[in-house]
């Protein structure tokens, strides 16, 4: 695996232990030409996944960088390091059931926006609004107007 950090090729695993309860092995390695260290998770892939973009490309679907989305979401929210682990892998293996592999970028956010709001209503409130690109401040309000249950008297 090559060194992230000086693109050397030749990096040694430290450690290797399971994670996730079992799902992924989590290596640590290390570089011997810059002394960097960075972790790998090595995981089972049911199948290859493509992601539709609303632009009609194809592209890999890449699960770091929908990983990154999230935890940028999830920034200095209270929720431990493994949960989010455990929730991103089952994001991954709903979209690797979801019958096609063929997936539209739309529906993955829709999945992620589905399960950040069970989990934590800040960073579902930061990740839709990312996504779903409000125009205007109006839009974003009445977004978040809609997240409040409604009170007997509104209906
Ligand atoms: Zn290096």
């Not at 060194?3 to 994670?19: E, L, N």
């Not at 929730?87 to 999945?111: A, F, H, N, W, Y």
């Not at 990740?127 to 409604?150: C, H, I, M, T, W």
């Amino acid at each position: 695996m090559r060194c992230p950090f000086c693109g050397h090729i030749d990096t040694q695993v430290k450690d290797s232990r399971p994670a996730e309860e079992h799902v992924s092995i989590r290596r640590r390695r290390f570089c011997p030409a810059c002394g960097g260290r960075f972790t790998t998770y090595e995981r089972v892939q049911l199948r290859d996944l493509v992601v539709i973009k609303s632009n009609g490309r194809r592209e890999d679907f890449d699960r770091t960088k929908m990983e990154r989305s999230i935890r940028i979401a999830l920034q200095k929210r209270p929720i431990e390091p493994e949960r989010i682990e455990q929730m991103i892998s089952g994001i991954v293996r709903r979209l690797e059931s979801l019958g096609d592999t063929d997936i539209p970028s739309k529906q993955i956010g829709e999945i992620v926006m589905e399960t950040l709001a069970r989990i934590d209503t800040v960073a579902y409130v930061r990740f839709a609004s990312v996504y779903k690109n409000f125009q205007a401040a109006g839009d974003f309000d009445k977004f978040v107007s809609e997240l409040r249950p409604v009170s007997p008297i509104d209906k």
